[in-house]
């Protein structure tokens, strides 16, 4: 029974005595006791067990990725949008440009082909918007 924050008070009748000794569950390798217990359970995994898994986590890992290519491509097309409200206002802020560029500097990292390549059309787009108005 727990009571209060941090302290265990064990439950009526219960002791130590009334609980069976269980082997250990692990045991290092090349250890040498003899004296030691063997583990009661041992638990043999192949890699075919494992592809499974591995796969599942492969398809996360895809999913995230091109979950980031498109937050990262609608966060340029709303830098793109603003600049263009900033150039017909005819005041450009230098920290929204430096924003494009740090979002536009690194390549895609979709995994999905034709979200790779309008994630790679957006980016190319902020480039040459960024490079029209270094030539200024």
């Known amino acids: 029974m727990l009571t209060g924050i941090g302290r265990i008070e064990p439950e009526k009748g219960a002791g130590r005595s009334r609980r069976p000794a269980r082997a250990p569950g692990f045991v290092?390798?090349?250890?040498?006791?003899?004296?030691?217990?063997?583990?009661?359970?041992?638990?043999?995994?192949?890699?075919?067990?494992?592809?499974?898994?591995?796969?599942?986590?492969?398809?996360?890992?895809?999913?995230?990725?091109?979950?980031?290519?498109?937050?990262?491509?609608e966060a340029l097309l709303g830098e793109l949008a603003a600049l263009q409200a900033a150039l017909l206002a005819g005041r450009v802020d230098v920290t929204k440009l430096e924003r494009l560029a740090a979002l536009a500097a690194a390549p895609s990292e979709a995994r999905d082909p034709s979200l790779a390549g309008i994630a790679d059309w957006v980016i190319l787009r902020a480039q040459v918007m960024l490079a029209r108005l270094n030539r200024r």
Do not use: K
Not at 37 to 46: E, I, L, M, R
């Open 28 to 73: 290092v390798s090349g250890a040498s006791s003899a004296a030691a217990p063997q583990p009661a359970h041992t638990a043999s995994v192949s890699a075919t067990d494992l592809m499974p898994l591995l796969a599942l986590q492969a398809d996360d890992d895809d999913i995230a990725r091109n979950r980031r290519a498109c937050e990262r491509a």
